[in-house]
């Protein structure tokens, strides 16, 4: 994102040394846009010499530099709006109900090379929702705090996801009305991540068996996933959150959240600086929501989470606040 606003600025204004932005030193940026081409330095001024307008790859909705465009193919294809290429498989899949000015489009086909989805005017009385197949790969730890039974950490990681099925869901009822097979590529994302480790034998500590565990750590990422965004004053959809009953890379019980935006802007950094306020909080709503086994307002719909989901989640939580 810096170096982008970066590109714009020296586009109307060329940056001599010494310069800041954003109250940040910029020396080895202007370097680097130098060695590419993009910036040309005469003296101690860095003059704008790329041929392309640097704004007109920037988007003002997503941090990802590619868009799919969504043309209506009734209307001599006109555009009718615009997806960011990480949200593409999710709401751009071949059948998928696009919303738009309140009307409701059918996705007809899906461009990917193109980056253009075709769509068609339709009226149905239901909406279709995506499900994602994530894998999370921990490639480097900037920061560990070790709290007695937990490790907590904040690093970098690659996120691979994949839109594997989706459901038709009825309006107002949320009836169940049939679901059908995504066909699209994987995508990898570079970003970054919170995470906290839990003891290996945490299900015997809180007798949580194989199953009840899986379910409390699933209660767990969601309950987190939609708490956080009131501490971090963000939308829902910039964090994601992934459970792992053994991590592949600490060997452990083990919830994750991370931005869900290329490089990461912070999001995940915050919520390890404010980990025990965030588990405590989360612990609140759970306690005080007054469904029985689970719910959209708290640990999720029973039948996504499972036999004693939201039991397993209180406990999970109560043991992270105590650290």
């Known amino acids: 994102i ?9 586009f109307d204004l060329p940056f001599k040394s010494g310069d800041t932005f954003g109250h940040r030193d910029i020396g080895e940026h202007l370097q680097y846009l130098e060695e590419r081409g ?68 059918q ?27 994530r894998e999370l790969e ?44 995504i066909h699209l590529p994987e995508q990898e994302m570079h970003t970054t991540a919170f995470w906290a480790e839990l003891p290996l034998d945490i299900g015997e500590r809180i007798a949580l068996d194989g199953d009840a565990l899986g379910a409390g750590l699933r209660g767990t990422a969601n309950v987190v996933r939609q708490i956080a965004p009131l501490w971090l004053l963000c939308d829902p959809r910039d964090i994601h959150s992934l459970q792992q009953v053994r991590s592949p890379f600490t060997e452990k019980p083990t919830l ?32 005080s929501c007054a469904c029985e086994s689970g719910c959209p307002a708290c640990v999720g719909p029973p039948g996504e989470m499972g036999a004693g989901g939201k039991d397993g989640t209180r406990q999970l939580l109560e043991f992270l606040a105590n650290y």
């Not at 039974?149 to 691979?160: A, F, K, P, Q």
């Not at 405590?280 to 709503?285: I, R």
Request: glycine share 6%; aromatic share 12%; with cysteine.
């Open 2 to 10: 810096l170096m982008s606003h970066i590109r714009c600025a020296s």
């Open 38 to 105: 993009i910036l040309h330095r005469s003296g101690d001024r860095w003059h704008w010499m790329a041929e392309t307008y640097p704004a007109s790859e920037v988007s003002l909705r997503s941090a990802s530099p590619e868009n799919f465009v969504i043309l209506d193919e009734s209307d001599h294809s006109r555009v009718i709006g615009e997806v960011d290429y990480f949200s593409a498989p999710v709401y751009l899949f071949p059948d998928a109900i696009y919303l738009h000015g309140a009307e409701q489009y």
């Open 107 to 133: 996705i007809t086909e899906l461009d990917w090379d193109g980056k253009r989805a075709y769509a068609k005017p339709v009226e149905v009385d239901y909406y279709t929702d995506a499900e994602v197949k």
């Open 138 to 181: 921990v490639l480097a730890v900037d920061r560990r705090w070790d709290a007695g039974e937990v490790l907590y950490g904040h690093g970098d990681v690659r996120v691979t996801e994949a839109a594997v099925l989706f459901k038709k869901v009825r309006f107002h009822t949320h009836e169940n009305m049939g679901s059908g097979r």
């Open 256 to 287: 994750f959240i991370y931005d869900a935006i290329p490089s990461g802007v912070g999001f995940a950094e915050k919520l390890f600086n404010i980990r025990g306020e965030l588990f405590a909080a989360c612990l609140d709503v759970v306690k």
